[in-house]
T-cell receptor, first 113, second 109 residues
Framework: DVKVTQSSRYLVKRTGEKVFLECVQD?????MFWYRQDPGLGLRLIYF???????EKGDIPEGYSVSREKKERFSLILESASTNQTSMYLC????????????FGPGTRLTVT | EDQVTQSPEALRLQEGESSSLNCSYT??????LFWYRQDPGKGPEFLFT???AGEEKEKERLKATLTKKESFLHITAPKPEDSATYLC??????????FGKGTRLSVIA
């Protein structure tokens, strides 16, 4: 069964902290994605990766970075967390050539205080 | 700017009351239109892919259709377990998927 796991379901951090959100998939997918989901704004793409050590900016990359050292793992980094980064963060993966058919993890609800 | 717009924002149906959700798009060079379902507290789950006008896809009580300007998700005789948020999405430029804001469907027994 296809599975995407995220390191935490809920996370509370303080303003200015460096935050790491981890995502692991066990489907041998080449593509991985990070989104944030906010009421009234919907799902928005932050970064994505089509291969190990590759990354592409999505629609809202400001304030974020990513790391993909292994095929199965894609990390989202908030270098200095701010309150406007309080959100639900969703990771997804897909097969190469099928970037539209994405499998999502359960999400991490991040609160920055 | 490419856009994917869904309506209505929320829909409340009685069990068995059929209806349709709308997704309109202004994406140049459409490379497919995709429907997802999202249950509360979970990530979206892929439902359908539509590539060309006139195409239809079905799954249980759901049928997705595509025209040149919009897509519809028809729900026939819905049950309470069909309650969820339904998202449509389309590729835009280098962005693999741009999502609409979703329609929150509630089916009341």
């Amino acid at each position: 069964d296809v599975k995407v796991t995220q390191s935490s379901r809920y996370l509370v951090k303080r303003t200015g902290e460096k935050v790491f959100l981890e995502c692991v998939q066990d489907m041998d997918h080449e593509n991985m994605f990070w989104y944030r989901q906010d009421p009234g704004l919907g799902l928005r793409l932050i970064y994505f990766s089509y291969d190990v050590k590759m990354k592409e900016k999505g629609d809202i990359p400001e304030g974020y970075s990513v790391s993909r050292e292994k095929k199965e793992r894609f990390s989202l980094i908030l270098e200095s967390a701010s309150t406007n980064q309080t959100s639900m963060y969703l990771c997804a993966s897909s097969l190469q050539g099928r970037s539209y058919e994405q499998y999502f993890g359960p999400g991490t609800r991040l609160t920055v205080t | 700017e490419d856009q994917v717009t869904q309506s209505p924002e929320a829909l409340r149906l009685q069990e068995g009351e059929s209806s349709s959700l709308n997704c309109s798009y202004t994406v140049s060079g459409l490379r497919g239109l995709f429907w997802y379902r999202q249950d509360p507290g979970k990530g979206p789950e892929f439902l359908f892919t539509l590539y060309s006008a006139g195409e239809e896809k079905e799954k249980e009580r759901l049928k997705a259709t595509l025209t040149k300007k919009e897509s519809f998700l028809h729900i026939t005789a819905p049950k309470p377990e069909d309650s969820a948020t339904y998202l449509c999405a389309a590729p835009s430029g280098n962005t693999p998927l741009v999502f609409g804001k979703g329609t929150r469907l509630s089916v009341i027994a």
